[in-house]
């Protein structure tokens, strides 16, 4: 594309129909590069761990019980089982947004802000919302073995890259607001310090899902 409109101006720059210094503008502009940010705000070396033959991103909107989180590890169990995928061969990038924002606070956090009462979890064993982060311990499903249930964040860490909106975490800053004294600044920091670590915010989730394509992921909407 970029030889044939090479082709096409230099034709008509022969012919008088564009300036030379307008052909010279349009041939000189660089291309965009998405590997190239301009601002230096956001954490997106992550995209330069993306590697192998196989690559995907899990789009998680919703809380949804952490499925996206299984079927991150369910997507690593399948690829090694039926083609033998060693782990540096595989990448998987989960993206947390939406009202999947809460996934990524700490144990604190929820039991502080009752995150277990709006996302609606209940703890098995008390049958009363949940106090903790439920992935980041014993999840609560009766129907998924440990291996793919419990600590189900914790695992996806250690193998995948999980990122955060920064639009939906907002929210998160919201619920901090009041104890800030109003100060939008300080309740951003404050929450900050809860966010599980290891988990990368960025502008949004949009950007994160799509960088993630760009970068050869097959994109999964994964709850």
Known sequence: MATDRREFLGSMLATG???KTMQT?????????PQQPVLGTWDVTWV????????????????SYGLALVRTLVWYKDYAEVYGAKPNDMS?????????IWMVMNDEFWDHHQIGALVKIDDPKTGKPIRHNPFLGPTPYADLPPQLADEVLKKVLATA???????????????????AGGDTAKARSMALQHV????ILQ???????TRAQEAGCHYFLAS
């Open 48 to 63: 330069d761990k993306i590697s192998g033959s196989h690559r995907a991103v899990f789009d998680s909107p919703e809380v």
């Open 25 to 33: 503008a349009t041939l000189s502009r660089p291309a965009p590069s």
């Open 196 to 199: 599980v670590p290891g988990i």
């Open 92 to 100: 998987a990038v989960v993206v947390l947004r939406h009202n999947a």
């Open 161 to 179: 890259t999980v990122l955060a909106c920064n639009l939906a975490f907002h929210d998160v800053v919201d619920k901090v607001k009041e104890e």
């Open 17 to 19: 129909l564009v300036p």
């Open 203 to 209: 502008p949004s989730g949009v950007f994160g899902v």
